[in-house]
């Protein structure tokens, strides 16, 4: 081994057994320093030939290297064990409670408007809209509902205190429906309209609220009857459940806005206590449909003769009950907290 | 309506079970809201006669009886009851039986140590309507042991409970529902035979329209018959418990079988108590202001439009709707007058809805009853009353006569297709029809007419064939057809509704919850929050609380917070989006949020503060920037309506156009609705304009920013804020100024801390443009009252 050799593994032992930052700094001095081993075995050159001069300072400038290298790793090293054993003190019971954070939450039936807009919508519907303040006209007279009809009795309906005019009473609409008649109004067809909005009944118990939520449906075409309406429905609950093979079934029914009418049921069945639609032979009721009355074509400028329609009625708050198990039609509309924290959605969902 | 099956049997062979007709009831639009089964309620019962009764050994109020059954045997059965007598015919559920009312199986037990082999049940466990409640059935002692239970108890087969929707007079009668079923392939239809009662004497009283042309027009034909020397005090046993077992009310004996009849075909009869009219009748239209006392005493006021029969003294019945006080029958009565008739369903409806009187009778007149029918119904009800209550009938009177109507209705084949958008079979089509009770007047390939029938008032247009033959056929054979779906990008109401979703979710992330309440609410409340002056009030309301459309959604919140402040919670942050009226009408949406309490529960990390207005600034100023108005371009001013505080308050405007409140609300708000928390609420009144997009020019290039802050005294009661709107107008290279602090320094002074950040979109400022930039914010802050510190 020659005295460079020896220098060099020397130096690396130093370095290795450096325990602290201000050990490899002495160890720097004493290699490096001005006074260090590199100058003093530098001195040995003036003796050298040139030959060997170049020889020893290719070897030197080598061993130089490596060992800066060997001294920046254990520097570093050395420098993380500092700072490891630094934070290890820093102590921080990460246990206590976080700041306080409070996000608010969604009513159900904005998140079910939502969706079932979006599913309607995807078939080409498009939104419509009409005045909760409805006239008597609109809501009855141009619903094939005149004045003494007995269906108007089935809608326990609230008045306004204000003078008839030529289109009757000022009411509250009973249902969604004479939106129909003025997007029939406003738009030639075909056409396909779709509404949602808020309808009031007189009529207050454990199972009614006084106000609930309707959505809409109106389509008039040339060539369209009760086998389109059939596969529209039962499309719409599918992807508005998400259960592709929800089943439905078509009960005769009564609106005179439609005719023929039909009441729609989806299939469920009891499962540990817990209802599942798409499965089982029970039958619940979601809501009515029909094609449309010719009179209440006719009340919409539609020619009757040329075009026919299919409309249909859900209410929302069915709806968001059957598909995210909301139990009380009440708690919709008394703002508890409580019911909030169970039923409400985060905005994000 | 309910009714028995059995008593359907009367009109429909049929071999099907209870529960298959009611499926298919249901299925062709008479929904079934409820059957029973009487021989699956009562498996497991008998009926048993108490042959000996002894006291319990061990218990004063218990008996033990002795009982027989049909076979002879006896058992053993504690009971309670106070009414157990030897001779009592009791209906005995056996070990196994399933109590109706309480689901429980029954069981042999020892009660107080003596063994029962059975239970003897009252109304009230076998789910049975009856007003007493501790004693036990008793059938009486002419049953016979070996019949069912079911049929002991009037249940007649089971019952059917049905809702009839309103088009559908015909079948508000069980031969209407069996004449339905008929045509739906449920077994056949049984015609009724038509009786025909001879005439013991002649009609004794004197009955005329009084205005003929008139009444003809409402009450087009009326027939009538006295029946003398009827037996109406003794209870019929079959009827009665009939009536017990369906819910109705039993009356007398009369009045049950006229109910019963009614029910039977749906044609509503009027009995008079004969004895008690004095003088002539008059069928005529009531005198202004009339006075009608109806059965169960309440006095109506009669308008002119009305019709009624009278005697010489007072109104004896509102026709169609019901009867006189005056007249009515009781258990006294021998003789009566009885009434067959046709009148307006529009009429009747309006009649009926002006005075508030509902009755059964009104409800088949107004959806219309069989047309033809009148003089053979008062046959058929003539003898069912002399079979069951004896007596002798007069001859028929008949004022007027039967509609001349021939309603022919023809359907086409094309129209059959369009509508159901299938093929069905035509020729079943048309059979459907004929089963239904139409008679086929002429037919072809492609059309045929039909002679509507005199009981089927709801079918009028050919829609209604076609209705007619899906119902029956079935909507299961309908093969459902696919449209294609249209591609829209222009729906403006769909757009804004979605920036309305995302507007409430928006809000949920700033902390706030969605509360949806009712669109009317007290006029106290109303009246308070109201700055039109003008409310719209509900004719009807539900009650007071909810008598005023609101014209704000603050009230309903304040509410909200209420509940929730009383439940406990230290902080309240809600919002609702909804409709607020004016007194026109006119609707228009608006978002309004409350904060109230601490901004958070206490926690060791962050101090909590109790809520103030700038908290509902800053969620007014959030709403705004999601519809695209920054707050630059924002004036703020300060009269805010009278139910905010008014210098805690402010109003938000875009050039013209006010854009809503934020501030805390008044105090006196406070006291009406008894709650100590600050109010802190916003109000964007302007959800309906279009979302502007936003113009906030990309620069690529990066070049320093030059931050200088400035200390500036003002008067303590000098208004600040606004400044800094009018300080981004000083130069174009201000892009940011704030307030970042402010406090007094006596009572008099106060001191605002500026900070300004200025850069160039296309060089690196100098020091010079940057001091430049200072003296403009400097020379205007002092321009408008501001003095430098330090200087």
């Known amino acids: 081994m020659s005295d460079?050799?020896?220098?060099?593994?020397?130096?690396?032992?130093?370095?290795?057994?450096?325990?602290?930052?201000?050990?490899?700094?002495?160890?720097?001095?004493?290699?490096?320093?001005?006074?260090?081993?590199?100058?003093?075995?530098?001195?040995?050159?003036?003796?050298?030939?040139?030959?060997?001069?170049?020889?020893?300072?290719?070897?030197?400038?080598?061993?130089?290297?490596?060992?800066?290298?060997?001294?920046?790793?254990?520097?570093?090293?050395?420098?993380?064990?500092?700072?490891?054993?630094?934070?290890?003190?820093?102590?921080?019971?990460?246990?206590?409670?976080?700041?306080?954070?409070?996000?608010?939450?969604?009513?159900?039936?904005?998140?079910?408007?939502?969706?079932?807009?979006?599913?309607?919508?995807?078939?080409?519907?498009?939104?419509?809209?009409?005045?909760?303040?409805?006239?008597?006209?609109?809501?009855?007279?141009?619903?094939?509902?005149?004045?003494?009809?007995?269906?108007?009795?089935?809608?326990?309906t609230f008045y306004m205190k204000i003078p008839a005019d030529k289109d009757g009473c000022k009411l509250l609409r009973t249902h969604t429906s004479p939106v129909q008649v003025r997007a029939m109004l406003q738009h030639k067809p075909p056409l396909r309209f779709f509404s949602i909005g808020r309808v009031f009944r007189n009529d207050y118990d454990a199972t009614h609220t006084p106000m609930f939520s309707q959505i809409e449906g109106l389509m008039v075409d040339i060539d369209v009857g009760f086998a389109h309406l059939k596969w529209f429905m039962s499309d719409i609950l599918k992807q508005f459940f998400a259960i592709p093979n929800l089943a439905l079934r078509f009960r005769t029914s009564f609106f005179p806005f439609t005719e023929p009418s039909v009441e729609v049921d989806i299939n469920y069945e009891i499962k540990n206590g817990k209802v599942v639609f798409g499965t089982g032979d029970k039958w619940m009721e979601i809501g009515g449909a029909g094609v449309v009355h010719p009179t209440v074509l006719e009340h919409g400028n539609v020619d009757a003769a040329k075009y026919q329609g299919i409309a249909f009625g859900f209410g929302l708050e069915r709806l968001a009950t059957l598909k995210y198990g909301v139990p009380d039609l009440r708690g919709y509309f008394e703002s508890d907290d409580r019911w909030r924290k169970s039923f409400g959605f985060s905005f994000f969902a | 309506m309910r009714f028995t099956f059995n008593w359907l049997k009367n009109h429909l062979s049929t071999e099907l079970s209870i529960e298959q007709v009611s499926k298919r009831l249901t299925s062709i639009g008479i929904e079934v809201e409820n059957f029973s089964d009487p021989d699956t309620l009562f498996k497991n019962f008998k009926l048993a006669r108490i042959v000996q009764v002894q006291n319990h050994p061990n218990a004063d109020k218990l008996k033990l009886c002795s009982v027989i059954d049909s076979s002879g045997k006896t058992y053993q059965i504690v009971c309670g009851a106070p009414n157990v007598a030897p001779g009592l015919t009791a209906v005995l559920a056996m070990p196994g039986a399933i109590i109706p009312y309480s689901g429980v199986v029954l069981k042999k037990s020892k009660i107080r140590g003596i063994e029962s082999e059975g239970m003897m049940c009252s109304h009230k466990e076998l789910a049975l309507p009856s007003e007493e409640n501790d004693s036990i059935i008793d059938l009486g002692p002419n049953v016979d042991l070996s019949e069912s239970v079911g049929n002991a108890l009037g249940l007649d087969g089971g019952i059917i409970d049905v809702s009839i929707t309103p088009n559908r007079g015909d079948c508000l009668s069980v031969k209407g529902i069996a004449r339905d079923l008929a045509a739906a392939g449920v077994g056949e239809f049984l015609p009724c035979s038509n009786v025909s009662c001879p005439s013991s004497f002649e009609f004794p009283i004197t009955i005329n329209y009084e205005n003929s042309d008139g009444c003809k027009k409402y009450a087009p034909v009326m027939a009538f018959r006295v029946i003398r020397g009827i037996d109406n005090s003794t209870a019929i046993a079959k009827i009665k418990n009939i009536f017990m077992a369906l819910g109705q009310k039993s009356i007398s004996p009369i009045v049950d079988l006229a109910n019963l009849f009614m029910m039977d075909c749906g044609r509503p009869l009027h009995v008079y108590d004969l004895n008690k009219i004095e003088g002539e009748i008059a069928v005529r239209f009531a005198n202004p202001k009339e006075e009608f006392i109806d059965l169960s005493g309440n006095k109506h006021q009669l308008l002119q439009d009305m019709m009624v029969s009278a005697d010489n003294k007072s109104v004896l019945c509102l026709l169609g709707i019901m009867g006189s006080q005056k007249v009515a029958c009781d258990k006294y009565t021998t003789d009566i007058l009885l009434e067959s008739a046709l009148f307006d369903p529009i009429f009747i409806s309006r009649t009926g809805a002006v005075l508030n009187l509902t009755s059964d009778s009104r409800s088949r007149f107004e959806r219309g009853v069989d047309r033809d029918s009148c003089f053979s119904e008062l046959e058929n009800a003539t003898k069912l009353i002399l079979d069951f209550c004896g007596g002798t009938a007069s001859n028929i009177i008949v004022l007027g006569k039967h509609p001349d109507v021939q309603d022919n209705v023809t359907i086409t084949k094309s129209k059959l297709r369009s509508i159901s958008g299938c093929d069905l079979d035509w020729n079943e089509s048309r059979q459907i029809l004929k089963k239904l009770g139409l008679r086929e007047t002429s037919s072809s390939d492609e059309t045929a007419t039909f002679l509507i029938p005199s009981w089927r008032c709801d079918l009028s247009i050919e829609e209604d064939l076609v209705e007619e033959v899906l119902r029956i056929s079935g909507y299961d054979n309908v093969v459902e057809k696919k449209f294609d779906t249209w591609v829209v990008t222009d729906d403006?109401?769909?757009?804004?509704?979605?920036?309305?979703?995302?507007?409430?979710?928006?809000?949920?992330?700033?902390?706030?919850?969605?509360?949806?309440?009712?669109?009317?609410?007290?006029?106290?409340?109303?009246?308070?929050?109201?700055?039109?002056?003008?409310?719209?009030?509900?004719?009807?309301?539900?009650?007071?609380?909810?008598?005023?459309?609101?014209?704000?959604?603050?009230?309903?919140?304040?509410?909200?917070?209420?509940?929730?402040?009383?439940?406990?919670?230290?902080?309240?942050?809600?919002?609702?989006?909804?409709?607020?009226?004016?007194?026109?009408?006119?609707?228009?949406?608006?978002?309004?949020?409350?904060?109230?309490?601490?901004?958070?529960?206490?926690?060791?990390?962050?101090?909590?503060?109790?809520?103030?207005?700038?908290?509902?600034?800053?969620?007014?100023?959030?709403?705004?920037?999601?519809?695209?108005?920054?707050?630059?371009?924002?004036?703020?001013?300060?009269?805010?309506?009278?139910?905010?505080?008014?210098?805690?308050?402010?109003?938000?405007?875009?050039?013209?156009?006010?854009?809503?409140?934020?501030?805390?609300?008044?105090?006196?708000?406070?006291?009406?609705?008894?709650?100590?928390?600050?109010?802190?609420?916003?109000?964007?009144?302007?959800?309906?304009?279009?979302?502007?997009?936003?113009?906030?020019?990309?620069?690529?290039?990066?070049?320093?920013?030059?931050?200088?802050?400035?200390?500036?005294?003002?008067?303590?009661?000098?208004?600040?804020?606004?400044?800094?709107?009018?300080?981004?107008?000083?130069?174009?290279?201000?892009?940011?100024?704030?307030?970042f602090d402010c406090f007094e320094i006596n009572c008099a002074e106060k001191s605002i801390g500026l900070s300004i950040v200025m850069e160039a979109a296309d060089r690196t400022l100098t020091e010079e443009e940057a001091q430049e930039v200072s003296e403009k914010v400097i020379n205007y802050v002092k321009g408008v009252g501001g003095k430098l510190r330090g200087k």
Not at chain 1, 105 to 125: D, M, N, Q, R, W
Not at chain 2, 495 to 522: D, M, P, Q, W
Not at chain 2, 535 to 560: F, K
Not at chain 2, 639 to 660: E, N, Q, T
């Open chain 2, 492 to 739: 403006e109401i769909l757009n804004k509704k979605r920036h309305i979703f995302t507007t409430k979710k928006l809000l949920a992330a700033k902390g706030l919850s969605e509360v949806i309440s009712y669109s009317f609410i007290k006029a106290e409340h109303a009246s308070i929050f109201d700055e039109s002056g003008s409310l719209v009030q509900l004719l009807n309301p539900i009650n007071t609380d909810m008598g005023v459309m609101r014209s704000s959604l603050i009230p309903n919140l304040i509410v909200a917070a209420i509940r929730s402040l009383h439940y406990g919670q230290l902080h309240v942050e809600i919002f609702e989006i909804g409709n607020v009226f004016c007194g026109d009408c006119s609707q228009n949406l608006n978002i309004a949020g409350l904060r109230a309490g601490v901004t958070h529960e206490r926690s060791w990390a962050q101090p909590s503060r109790v809520v103030d207005l700038f908290d509902a600034k800053s969620d007014l100023l959030v709403v705004l920037d999601h519809f695209g108005i920054d707050e630059k371009n924002v004036t703020l001013k300060l009269d805010a309506p009278s139910y905010y505080h008014p210098s805690r308050s402010g109003v938000m405007w875009s050039g013209k156009r006010k854009l809503g409140y934020f501030g805390e609300l008044h105090p006196k708000i406070n006291k009406l609705f008894g709650i100590a928390e600050k109010l802190i609420c916003f109000e964007f009144l302007r959800p309906d304009i279009e979302v502007a997009s936003r113009e906030t020019p990309y620069n690529s290039k990066v070049f320093p920013k030059i931050a200088r802050d400035f200390a500036f005294l003002f008067k303590a009661s000098d208004s600040v804020g606004s400044l800094l709107n009018d300080i981004y107008k000083l130069d174009a290279k201000i892009i940011r100024a704030d307030i």
């Open chain 1, 4 to 156: 460079l050799d020896r220098f060099f593994a020397t130096c690396l032992f130093e370095i290795d057994n450096c325990s602290d930052l201000s050990s490899i700094d002495a160890v720097r001095m004493a290699i490096f320093g001005k006074n260090g081993k590199i100058t003093e075995i530098m001195k040995s050159l003036k003796n050298m030939t040139p030959r060997e001069k170049r020889e020893f300072g290719e070897k030197i400038n080598n061993i130089k290297e490596k060992v800066r290298a060997r001294l920046q790793e254990k520097t570093r090293t050395l420098e993380l064990d500092d700072m490891e054993k630094k934070l290890s003190s820093e102590f921080v019971d990460v246990f206590m409670p976080a700041r306080p954070y409070s996000p608010g939450l969604v009513h159900p039936l904005s998140k079910t408007e939502e969706e079932i807009s979006g599913v309607l919508a995807s078939y080409g519907f498009r939104f419509a809209d009409g005045p909760e303040i409805e006239s008597e006209y609109m809501n009855f007279t141009a619903l094939n509902m005149p004045d003494h009809h007995p269906a108007r009795t089935m809608h326990d």
